[in-house]
Nanobody
Framework: QVQLVESGGGLVQTGGSLRLSCAAS????????LGWFRQAPGKEREFVAA????????YYADSVKGRFTISRDNAKNSVYLEMNSLQPEDTAVYYC?????????????????????WGQGTQVTVSS
């Protein structure tokens, strides 16, 4: 049974930082892209960041570029999201996901439909 489990969410003040973790089990994802998405109340799930299979290429949504950093540890089958300079508009449930596509060394999925496995989400709330 494949599981992705997020942790590290919480309540933080504007300008603060959080580090999200996502641990995968049930199968290795070391050959696949991993990503983070978020969904705010009343809004569609949106792309945040993605990292290619070996961590050599990352891609970010414009809204988080320069503030968030995605990384991975294939030995731990895990992906992380370091979030700095958090703003109230970053408030959302954050999801990690795994994309099983084979698109070359630098492939990263950027759409919800690109990803096959999803975690249950972790709440991030940024107070103003």
């Amino acid at each position: 049974q494949v599981q992705l489990v997020e942790s590290g969410g919480g309540l933080v003040q504007t300008g603060g930082s959080l580090r999200l973790s996502c641990a995968a089990s049930g199968r290795p994802f070391s050959s696949h892209c991993l990503g983070w998405f978020r969904q705010a109340p009343g809004k569609e799930r949106e792309f945040v960041a993605a990292i290619n299979w070996n961590g050599g290429y990352t891609y970010y949504a414009d809204s988080v570029k320069g503030r968030f950093t995605i990384s991975r540890d294939n030995a731990k089958n895990s992906v992380y999201l370091e979030m700095n300079s958090l703003q109230p508009e970053d408030t959302a449930v954050y999801y990690c996901a795994a994309d099983l596509s084979y698109g070359g060394n630098y492939y990263v999925g950027k759409r919800v439909d690109d990803y096959e496995y999803w975690g249950q989400g972790t709440q991030v709330t940024v107070s103003s």
